[in-house]
């Protein structure tokens, strides 16, 4: 699992297979060093531990070896619910992706559906951005940062149509369906004050837009074109804005009226 330099993460994330039948478990590399160089704890001491896909707890240090921490874990908190968003996503130049996992994370997505589109271009497949054991460790951090447990479930895609009209269905089952385009009418605060605490699935396209051809299928499969305003935004802060914004509309504010123009 890597940390950033000088980030202090507020969960210590576990794979179930790290603790025993004793709830015994051992840190070494990145999460060993974290608790001793950043967080400072010392033998004794308790940390905040999470158990991934599973609930919240805490764990005592036991010991400290030369690269490596014993601990004794209580998991005695409640498993989070699985966040209320999923995110269908245009593939984004590699290195935009690579920035996006963890914050995909740390903001909170149920699944993370990644697709080619028209405006797309082939190679972005092709980079190891997309391999599980690159991206993986990325969401984790994503989720110590923001002290969830819940690992967004990942799904690459090279065509486009067989996805919307064939899979998308067995894949997210939000029936709420949100595309963001120039075009649409509609803002995340009027979708929010009708469709309050409802799952959604919102598609994001790529830098240059969706295609016509691309913005009809996704409207004949049930997705609102919701506008994004007068600004062209980049696809990271976009996705971000959307993100934010949607989680507010629908889950966390007050009457989802969020008061903004996307």
Same mark, same amino acid.
Not at 30 to 40: F, K
Not at 56 to 66: F, K, L, N, P, V
Not at 160 to 171: A, T, V
């Given at each position: 699992?890597?940390?950033?330099?000088?980030?202090? *993460?507020?969960?210590?994330?576990?794979?179930?297979?790290?603790?025993?039948?004793?709830?015994?478990?051992?840190?070494?590399?990145?999460?060993? $060093?974290?608790?001793?160089?950043?967080?400072?704890? #010392?033998?004794?001491?308790?940390?905040?531990? /999470?158990?991934?896909?599973?609930?919240?707890?805490?764990?005592?240090?036991?010991?400290?070896?030369?690269?490596?921490?014993?601990?004794?874990?209580?998991?005695?908190?409640?498993?989070?619910?699985?966040?209320?968003?999923?995110?269908?996503?245009?593939?984004?130049? +590699? #290195? *935009?992706? #690579?920035?996006?996992?963890?914050?995909?994370?740390? =903001?909170?997505?149920?699944?993370? =559906?990644?697709?080619?589109?028209?405006? *797309?271009?082939?190679?972005?497949?092709?980079?190891?951005?997309?391999?599980?054991?690159?991206? $993986? +460790?990325?969401?984790?951090?994503?989720?110590?940062?923001?002290?969830?447990?819940?690992? +967004?479930? *990942?799904?690459?895609?090279?065509?486009?149509? +067989?996805? &919307?009209?064939?899979?998308?269905?067995?894949?997210?089952?939000? #029936?709420?369906? &949100?595309?963001?385009?120039?075009? /649409?009418?509609?803002?995340?605060?009027?979708?929010?004050?009708?469709? $309050? !605490?409802?799952?959604?699935?919102?598609?994001?396209?790529?830098? !240059?837009?969706?295609?016509?051809?691309?913005?009809?299928?996704?409207?004949?499969?049930?997705? =609102?074109?919701?506008?994004?305003?007068?600004?062209?935004?980049?696809?990271?802060?976009?996705?971000?804005?959307?993100?934010?914004?949607?989680?507010?509309?629908?889950?966390?504010?007050? /009457?989802?009226?969020?008061?903004?123009? =996307?």
């Amino acid at each position: 699992m890597s940390f950033q330099n000088g980030t202090i *993460v507020n969960l210590i994330l576990l794979e179930p297979g790290e603790v025993d039948a004793k709830r015994c478990a051992v840190l070494g590399g990145g999460r060993s $060093r974290h608790v001793r160089e950043v967080l400072g704890a #010392k033998a004794g001491d308790s940390i905040r531990v /999470g158990l991934l896909d599973g609930p919240y707890g805490s764990a005592t240090i036991q010991e400290m070896r030369d690269e490596e921490l014993v601990l004794s874990c209580e998991f005695d908190g409640e498993t989070p619910p699985v966040p209320a968003i999923d995110l269908l996503l245009a593939m984004p130049r +590699p #290195k *935009v992706m #690579k920035r996006l996992w963890a914050q995909f994370a740390a =903001i909170g997505i149920g699944r993370i =559906i990644i697709t080619n589109a028209a405006r *797309v271009e082939r190679n972005y497949f092709d980079t190891h951005v997309l391999d599980e054991d690159f991206f $993986r +460790p990325l969401l984790i951090e994503g989720l110590q940062q923001a002290r969830d447990t819940r690992l +967004p479930r *990942v799904s690459i895609h090279r065509r486009f149509r +067989p996805l &919307i009209e064939d899979e998308l269905g067995s894949i997210s089952d939000t #029936k709420l369906r &949100i595309v963001a385009d120039p075009s /649409g009418t509609k803002t995340i605060g009027e979708i929010g004050k009708s469709r $309050r !605490g409802e799952r959604a699935l919102i598609a994001v396209g790529p830098e !240059g837009g969706w295609v016509p051809f691309e913005l009809d299928l996704l409207a004949k499969h049930n997705f =609102i074109a919701c506008g994004l305003g007068p600004r062209t935004l980049r696809t990271d802060t976009a996705c971000i804005a959307l993100l934010a914004l949607l989680h507010e509309a629908l889950h966390d504010g007050p /009457g989802g009226d969020v008061g903004h123009t =996307i």
